[in-house]
């Protein structure tokens, strides 16, 4: 347990994300999406995932682009201004990607009976509306509709417990533990992370455990949660991580235009973003560079 | 300045601006806003910096109380989360705030509404197969349980169907007595504010119909433009041109450079 758990994202996802994994996926739209850890997975073709998270956006959009996703079970598909997740929308307008739909709270609360370890949670949300199952039985898994016991004829909605394979986070601090400090906006991460079976790790700056002990309520999740830490300086790139660097709206653009246009331009942004890379650094280099990326951090130093 | 086939309404406005002045002044001082992306953002920031100073904006991706900075783009740019008290997570204010009814006023934009404004942003139906859309994000969790929703979105006939294909968020459902069978709070009601017109439900029916007017526009344009046949309140008013300073504040404050009012131009010429 006390252990050192920093290895390089290419052998931390060797090692965790097993083909047909369910793979939970940090970030929201273009905040702190885990780029660094999904080329990973993209770089070593780990196919037959399940894709789940609260919103999913450029990295669960370039893994359907890879053809790596069989199903995706979240709240929402998008890049808001950037528009919508094109390889996502492609493949389930054309049937070759499962979804399952529910609201972001009841996304949050599937994450939340994980963690607790109890087999489901209830929510108010969903009622009336065609996130539920039709009333001749939907696909077993999904939401079902009950009575409160305490308060009987008030229904009540039961969200299945939700337990990630693995996930994947980017933040901004962790330790060789892999104890874990996320800065500003946490969205659905810490109930994800605890909810699940092994968790990786990206962060931008490695602390030691002494600075954690020294103040310990600034630890979002403890170390017993995570597998491994990779440290990945802009390993959110080219989406935000809040107190370090803005988004980068021409390589976020970059990648919308190849994925609205599909086939042999998503392939060709792939292969020269991800594939042509042993690294992310390589990525990093060729996309941004260091001026640029230095540019992004004064963007968000400047709004913070 | 406005583009060329925007018609220009009360001083000097478009009527996409109008629309978002608009949208602003419903929002009182103090209420506490559960705040999407886009539109809704930008006239919650045009309240705070006029008429309701202390109103409290509440983000999904965990953002309580920001002095929202100019331009964002999206629920997780930072500049969404400015001067914030908290930044949280999404649990706590979807689930802690909004859930636990502690939200005055939910507040979207754009979507498939239909005539008892429940809203569709999961799929429309086309001739071969479906048109897939971003899902529900936080929207069926703001329909659910907020007491008061506010929709900002361009009149489109296509948005406005008599039924929609897919209901994501809930308004009234079928009609009057249909959110207390499914089990939702039955206190709630809709303002859809669009560049043409502001529909309300009525009281009595729940179904949406036309209460004001943008200036200069007929209520046969709005009747075209939308695809039930909605009531019109014999009260009729029209929407008040802006003050001056809601128009100097929204175009060199909140968008200078035009990130949201020029694309929303572009947006309505294609229409036109």
Redesign the interface.
């Known amino acids: 347990m006390y252990a050192d758990k920093v290895m390089s994202a290419a052998e931390a996802v060797a090692r965790f994300v097993r083909p047909g994994a369910v793979l939970g996926m940090g970030?929201?739209?273009?905040?702190?999406v885990p780029m660094a850890l999904t080329h990973e997975i993209i770089r070593q073709r780990i196919g037959g995932l399940t894709v789940v998270g609260?919103?999913l956006s450029i990295g669960m959009d370039q893994l359907v682009g890879a053809g790596l996703v069989r199903r995706c079970e979240?709240?929402?598909?998008?890049l808001?201004?950037?528009g919508?997740?094109f390889c996502?929308?492609r493949g389930?307008?054309?049937g070759t990607l499962e979804v399952e739909?529910?609201?972001?709270?009841?996304m949050?609360?599937r994450f939340?009976a994980g963690e607790m370890g109890v087999p489901f949670m209830p929510?108010?949300?969903?009622?009336?509306?065609?996130?539920l199952p039709p009333p001749d039985g939907g696909r077993p898994g999904k939401a079902v509709?009950t009575e409160n016991p305490w308060s009987p004829a008030?229904?009540?909605v039961l969200v299945p417990a939700l337990q990630p394979d693995v996930s994947i986070v980017h933040v901004q601090r962790a330790d060789p533990l892999g104890n874990i400090i996320i800065?500003?906006?946490?969205?659905?991460?810490?109930?994800m992370i605890r909810a699940s079976r092994h968790v990786i790790v990206s962060c931008e700056t490695l602390i030691t455990t002494d600075e954690v002990r020294a103040h310990p309520e600034r630890t979002t999740v403890p170390f017993l949660y995570v597998d491994a830490v990779v440290v990945q300086p802009c390993g959110a790139y080219p989406?935000?991580t809040?107190g370090f660097y803005?988004?980068d709206a021409d390589e976020v653009s970059a990648y919308q235009e190849a994925a609205r246009a599909g086939g042999p331009a998503v392939e060709a942004y792939l292969a020269a973003n991800v594939w042509a890379h042993g690294t992310f650094d390589g990525y990093l280099m060729r996309a941004a560079g260091p001026p640029h990326l230095e540019a992004l951090a004064e963007a968000?130093r400047e709004?913070? | 300045m406005p583009s060329g086939d925007t018609p220009a309404v009360g001083a000097g406005a478009s009527r996409q601006e109008l629309m978002v002045i608009e949208a602003a002044r419903r929002l009182r001082d103090g209420e506490v806003v559960f705040v999407g992306t886009g539109l809704p953002l930008l006239a919650t920031t045009l309240a705070q910096r006029t008429h309701a100073p202390h109103i409290v904006m509440v983000i999904e991706s965990g953002v309580i109380a920001p002095q929202v900075r100019p331009t964002p783009i999206s629920v997780s740019d930072p500049k969404a989360m400015y001067r914030a008290v908290r930044l949280g997570t999404l649990r706590e204010v979807l689930g802690g705030l909004l859930q636990r009814g502690l939200i005055d006023v939910g507040f979207l934009g754009g979507a498939q509404i239909d005539r008892y404004a429940n809203i569709n942003s999961t799929q429309i139906a086309r001739p071969h197969g479906i048109r897939r859309l971003p899902g529900s994000g936080g929207a069926n969790d703001m329909a659910s349980h907020c007491r008061r929703l506010l929709i900002i979105t361009h009149h489109e006939r296509r948005r406005f169907p008599e039924r929609c294909d897919y209901i994501t968020s809930p308004g009234f459902l079928d009609g009057p007595g249909g959110r207390q069978r499914a089990g939702l709070n039955p206190d709630f009601s809709v303002a859809v504010v669009t560049d043409l017109a502001v529909m309300e439900n009525d009281p009595e029916t729940c179904a949406l119909r036309v209460t004001a007017l943008m200036p200069g526009v007929r209520v046969e344009e709005v009747l075209a433009e939308t695809g039930f046949r909605p009531e019109v309140a014999p009260d009729l008013r029209a929407v008040a041109p802006p003050a001056s300073d809601d128009l100097r504040v929204l175009r060199d404050e909140l968008d200078p450079g035009r990130l949201y009012l020029k694309a929303e131009e572009a947006a309505s010429s294609r229409r036109a």
Do not use: K
């Open positions: 970030g929201q739209n273009i905040g702190r609260c919103n979240s709240g929402s598909g998008n808001e201004r950037f919508t997740t996502w929308r389930i307008e054309d739909d529910y609201s972001h709270l009841a949050v609360s939340l929510v108010r949300s969903l009622l009336g509306s065609d996130l509709v008030e229904p009540v800065e500003g906006f946490a969205t659905h991460e810490p109930e989406t935000s809040y803005d988004y968000m709004i913070t």
